[in-house]
C-alpha cells in the first residue's frame, strides 16, 4: 500500500485510472518556509538560486518526510510526496495567487512553450530508505482568445493548478502539444513512479487493485 501525501485530485486520479488505489494524506508543510530555508542554504553556501527541479524536489520531500512522521508501516509500505512547478520565460512559478496573476500568466504562455517540473519523493516507512526524481515534460500553449481566457480563469480552474492550467481538465483545449510524459504535467509521472517504487523493492503490479469479484450467472431455468 502507498500512501499520497498530496490532495491534488489530478494526482489521485492518476493512481486510480492506473489501477492503484492509494491512502490519502495532506502534509502540514509550509511551503514558503520550505523554499526560503533552501534559498538560504544555497546563499550561504555561495551557490546559485535554486532551479525549479531543485525547488519542486525540496517541497516533495519535505511533504513526503511530514507525512512519514504519522504514518504506520504495518499500514503503509511507502509514503509519495509529490510538487510541481511551471518554468517559463526564465520564471519559476507554482499557482497563482488569483484572477489577476492567472491572467498575467496566461498573457506570458499564450502561443508560447514552458517545462512542467515534478518532484517527486518516496520514503519506505520500515527503514526509511528513499528514492526521488523530477519529471520534466515541455508544454507548448495554444493562443486563445481574450474571452476564452477570461471564461477559463472564470471557472476556477487555473486558480489551483500549477502554471494556471491543466491538461486533464478545462485547460486541455489550450494545450496545442506536450513533449514529455504528460502524466508528469497532470502532477506524479507513473514510469517514474514506477522505477522509483521498483528501488525500494516495490513491484508496481502488486498496486493494482484485484478486479471485482465476477457475479455468479443466472441459473438458465
Request: glycine share 10%.
Amino acid at each position: 500500500m502507498i500512501l499520497l501525501a498530496s490532495k491534488s485530485s489530478g494526482r489521485l486520479a492518476t493512481l486510480r485510472a492506473a489501477g492503484v488505489e492509494p491512502l490519502v494524506r495532506v502534509s502540514d508543510v509550509d511551503e514558503k518556509a520550505v523554499l526560503g530555508e533552501l534559498i538560504r542554504r544555497r546563499r550561504d553556501a555561495g551557490l546559485t538560486a535554486p532551479s525549479a527541479a531543485e525547488q519542486v524536489q525540496a517541497l516533495a520531500r519535505a511533504k513526503a518526510l511530514d507525512v512519514m512522521a504519522s504514518s504506520d508501516p504495518q499500514e503503509v509500505e511507502v509514503v509519495v510526496g509529490c510538487d510541481s512547478m511551471l518554468e517559463i520565460s526564465g520564471q519559476v512559478v507554482g499557482k497563482p495567487a488569483d484572477a489577476a496573476q492567472a491572467r498575467e500568466r496566461w498573457r506570458m504562455m499564450s502561443g508560447g512553450t514552458g517545462i512542467l517540473h515534478t518532484g517527486h519523493f518516496l520514503v519506505r516507512t520500515a527503514d526509511g530508505a528513499i528514492a526521488e526524481g523530477v519529471s520534466s515534460a515541455t508544454i507548448r500553449f495554444g493562443s486563445p482568445s481574450q474571452a476564452e481566457v477570461e471564461a477559463y480563469i472564470a471557472s476556477g480552474e487555473p486558480l489551483w493548478c500549477a502554471g494556471a492550467f491543466t491538461i486533464d481538465g478545462l485547460g486541455g483545449a489550450f494545450i496545442e502539444g506536450i513533449d514529455g510524459d504528460p502524466h508528469g504535467v497532470v502532477g506524479i509521472s507513473l514510469p517514474l513512479l514506477r522505477r522509483l517504487l521498483a528501488d525500494l523493492e516495490v513491484v508496481w503490479t502488486d498496486l493494482w487493485a484485484p478486479p471485482p469479484a465476477a457475479k455468479p450467472a443466472d441459473d438458465a431455468h
